[in-house]
């Protein structure tokens, strides 16, 4: 402590100007760190949206962040002038040892300004699936989905993942562009059915199950083609029939809600089950083996 407080009277004694800058620097940090507050206190009481508290906490971070790096650097300029050679070096020596945490940083800066992804979307990158719940300068957090959970919901977990990788990986986001997805249901019935009748059921139940997206959907779509090359020639649901070893697959398609596949898909196949047990002449198809005596059967 005394040698530091040796070295500060000499530094003050060179340079009369260092304690108004240090002083200005201080102010400088407890004017914005105030004004954050200060924000912050605004929105709190103008709005109850935890999404929206959020964006205001990251926003006037990344502002006070910024404003307080140019505007004390301007007070030092002299000093970092003096510095130049020194600081040039050292960042050469920093980009190589810090190579990967700058990559992050370079990985935050394409989503900040390209947004492939925000807080709040549900998306896919390599292996890991999640719904995105925090970005950072050098990590993006999300609550992970699938897994060893079914039909996309959630594990409970959280999964860190570095920046970088919005460079490496392919990125699927589920609620970007057209903001819906098509879900399949497989349902197999015999040979014996009367396919036709079942055929009729599914598309009775689908068409039950998604008629309240026709209209919204079509609206969403109309926003998405004029971003991305999006078509589809239609919006309804639809069974398809085809032939398998053991009986008539018959596979549902329509449109859901990310978030709701499971849920829908569990109405989905109540609707089925009752439907089928009103109607003797549809029976469901399973694997199944037949032996031959020809002593017996000739």
Known sequence: MKEFTEWMRQALQSDPTLYAKILASFTVVLALWLLRLLTMYVVRQRSDDARVHYRWRKTSAYLAGISGIFVVGWV??????????????????????????LT???????????????VGDRIQIGEHAGDVIDVRMFQFTLLEIGNWVAADQSTGRVAHVPNRRVFTY??????????????????????ESDWKKGKALLQEIADRHAVHLGEEARDRLRRAVARYMIVYSALTPTVYARVEAYGVLLTMRYLCEPRRRRSSEAAVWEDILEAFSEHAEVEFAYPTQRFYDRRTEG
């Open 76 to 101: 030092w300029l002299e000093q970092l002038r003096s510095m130049s050679t020194f600081l040039g070096l050292l960042s050469a020596g920093l980009a190589i040892a810090l190579q990967e945490p």
């Open 104 to 118: 992050n940083l370079a990985g935050w800066g394409f989503i900040v300004w390209r947004r492939p992804f925000a």
């Open 170 to 191: 392919v990125l699927i986001n589920y609620s970007k562009g057209f903001e819906y997805i098509w879900n399949e249901i497989p349902v197999r019935i015999t040979f």
